[in-house]
């Protein structure tokens, strides 16, 4: 079974192209500005072992918000259109990833139902010339392209550097653990209700 996808999204604001393959070994080849925002979805891929390839400008002029909102948004897609039905998998992942100083949360479902929970504070309002303030706008926007729950809460860290990285790393672990299948499972839905939401039921 093929679970890779392709996703465009062009608007005044944003160009993005994302290419990904959730069974794959964590390769990437990713073009966007801010640079410390590229290797943080690096670093994601990294760890939840799919391959990415990602284009993305936007109105940098403006500020970071439209490209790191639309970037989440996009890769959720992407997300959502290679899992298909969304049959046979764990559905729901998590993990608590320690960065030396710093320790974060993340939690997913993949239920159907774009929710998104956001705890993180930091420091400093750049980390690089990534805008910290903007992250919670990609956590916003990935969950809504999932259609899925995603949950971060940074617990500690001195370092800011740290302590983005750990998110990231914690949001690859657990959405490899969601999109894992489940040879238990098999071909069925992972819910009571026997269907996945298209939008309408959960």
């Known amino acids: 079974m093929n679970r890779s996808s392709q996703v465009e999204r062009k608007t005044k604001e944003t160009q993005i192209s994302i290419s990904l393959d959730l069974d794959g070994r964590g390769e990437t080849k990713i073009t966007i500005i801010p640079a410390f ?19 993305a400008e936007g109105d940098l002029q ?21 899992l298909g039905e ?18 974060s949360a993340a939690a997913v479902d993949l239920s159907g139902r774009p929710y998104h929970k956001y705890k993180a504070s930091f420091k400093r309002r750049f980390v690089g010339e990534m805008d910290t303030d903007c992250l919670e ?43 894992t299948r489940d040879s238990r499972l098999g071909d069925r839905f992972p819910s009571t209700k026997e269907v996945m939401d298209n939008g309408g039921d959960y």
Do not use: W
């Open 62 to 82: 403006v500020d970071q918000h439209h490209l790191m909102e639309d970037t989440g948004l996009v890769l959720g897609e992407a997300f959502s259109k290679a």
């Open 137 to 179: 706008d990609f956590i916003y926007g990935l969950s809504v392209g999932l259609r899925g729950t995603v949950n971060v809460t940074m617990y500690q860290g001195r370092s800011d550097h740290h302590k983005m990285e750990s998110v990231f790393k914690a949001l690859g672990k657990s959405l490899r653990m969601a999109c």
């Open 37 to 55: 925002f590229a290797h943080m979805l690096e670093a994601l891929a990294c760890h939840g072992l799919f391959d990415l390839s990602l284009q």
């Open 86 to 103: 969304r049959k046979g998998i764990y559905r729901s992942g998590f993990y608590l990833f320690p960065m030396e100083d710093a320790l």
